[in-house]
């Protein structure tokens, strides 16, 4: 077992290490461009709406990036993401606009969704059937500790100073080196059958509708959590600090929320997991707010962190368990699109919301989101069945500030072909 583990690990290990790398930088400069339009004195509804811009870009780069890779292959798409992310890295420091920083926005998320889809067709190529939850594993756990790595680097420089754009940037164009000197081969990038989204609505209300959920609380808090921090008062290293923290929560909840969600009914860990969110919450606030010890204050916010965390891989899991199993890379490209207008929606809503009533508003905007999409579960809880355990499928962790690593989920292993005619009366089951 052991040597199969490390077989799989040293088979992917540079493309880890590429991920790791432009994950950190990219982290790093979400917490580094809401403080130094907060130090600039923007108001809190335009960071909201520059902020939200990434996501914007992410979206498209989610429906987009692909044809660039196809058209120009992989390595070199991979290249020509990585550059154009490290330059707008440096460009926020050249083109310190509202206008321009929404540009620069929109196009590092589109270049990071293209950098995370050449990455993870590459996993995907890397595994076989039988250990794609094992790289699924290890991408996680890299993506997770690169995220939290790349908050803390905050602190290593001035944030109002161009150290810290160029550490940004030095990390994703260090990420080009694993890939660029690769010998592996051209991944697979073929087109998936078309689920139209009234067609997964119709098959799960709970998981559309909680993808655009998830994708409002994670958003806004990824893109506002830090200029919350400071307007009660968190030094910068402290705000990194809370959002590192929040991050680590996420991975540690993942093990024992799939032993909840393959054990009882999804729907009621979710609501249990909103409800969580919406109380851990508004704790956290006060707590922040009112000098609780450092220890009750980081148990708060891991606790936090893995509830909504937790909210989009369920949203999957109960979609999965409503659609037929070919259709699995089809319904999480739905679910990303929905995650993706909701994260796009988050911050401009709740940074609206600062602007005319202060921050206690944003923990009230993402506790009563919360807490509102958790009675809405419950009550489907009583008007749906739950279905038998058998027909269910696994639960599977998921990154949530990235959701993309649909190529990775093991439960869209491709199955053995079908005959002519019950394969075709399954697609007419869902055609537009």
């Not at 130094?36 to 498209?60: C, D, K």
């Not at 292959?73 to 330059?87: C, D, E, N, P, Q």
């Not at 794609?132 to 790349?150: C, D, E, K, N």
């Not at 609501?271 to 609780?292: E, T, Y």
């Amino acid at each position: 077992m052991t040597q199969n583990i490390r077989e799989t690990l040293a088979s992917v290990r540079s493309l880890l290490g590429g991920a790791a790398a432009f994950t950190a930088g990219n982290s790093l400069l979400g917490v580094v461009l809401p403080l130094r339009m907060e130090a600039a004195g923007y108001p809190v509804a335009l960071t909201g709406a520059i902020m939200a811009a990434y996501y914007l870009g992410l979206a498209l780069g989610g429906f987009r990036s692909k044809l660039v890779i196809l058209r120009i292959g992989h390595i070199r798409a991979f290249s020509v993401f990585a550059a154009l992310t490290a330059a707008t890295c440096l460009a926020y420091e050249v083109f310190f606009t509202p206008a321009a920083w929404v540009i620069l926005r929109i196009i590092n998320g589109f270049c990071i969704a293209g950098m995370t889809t050449s990455i993870e067709s590459w996993l995907n190529e890397r595994s076989g059937n039988e250990t794609r939850g094992r790289v699924l594993g290890f991408y996680m756990l890299t993506f997770y500790l690169a995220i939290a790595l790349g908050q803390t680097l905050v602190n290593v420089a001035p944030v109002g100073g161009s150290d810290i754009l160029m550490l940004s940037s030095v990390l994703i164009g260090l990420s080009l080196i694993p890939i660029a000197t690769t010998r592996l081969g051209k991944p697979d990038l073929a087109e998936v059958r078309v689920l139209g989204l009234r067609q997964i609505y119709a098959a799960s209300q709970v998981g559309v509708i909680g993808a655009g959920v998830a994708g409002i609380l994670i958003g806004s808090f990824y893109a506002l959590a830090v200029v919350f921090g400071r307007q009660i008062g968190l030094s910068v290293s402290e705000a990194a600090m809370f959002m590192s923290v929040v991050v680590l929560g996420g991975l540690g909840f993942q093990v024992p929320v799939g032993i909840l969600a393959d054990r009882y009914d999804r729907r009621v860990v979710m609501a249990g997991m909103l409800i969580g969110v919406g109380a851990s919450w508004g704790l956290l606030s006060l707590a922040m707010a009112n000098g609780v010890p450092l220890i009750a204050l980081m148990v708060m916010t891991f606790a936090f962190g893995g509830a909504i965390s937790s909210v989009y891989p369920l949203c999957v899991a109960q979609t999965f368990d409503q659609v037929d199993r070919k259709y699995y890379v089809a319904a999480s490209g739905r679910l990303l699109m929905v995650y993706s207008i909701g994260a796009t929606i988050g911050p401009l809503l709740a940074s609206t919301l600062m602007s005319f009533f202060g921050p206690v508003s944003f923990f009230v905007f993402e506790s009563l989101i919360a807490i509102a999409y958790a009675v809405f579960v419950l009550i489907s809880v009583r008007s749906v069945p739950q279905l038998p355990e058998a027909e269910r499928e696994k639960f599977v962790p998921l990154p949530d500030s990235s959701p993309a690593a649909l190529v990775l989920d093991p439960r869209t292993e491709p199955e053995p072909s079908e005959p002519e005619s019950n394969a075709s009366s399954q697609e007419d089951e869902f055609a537009e």
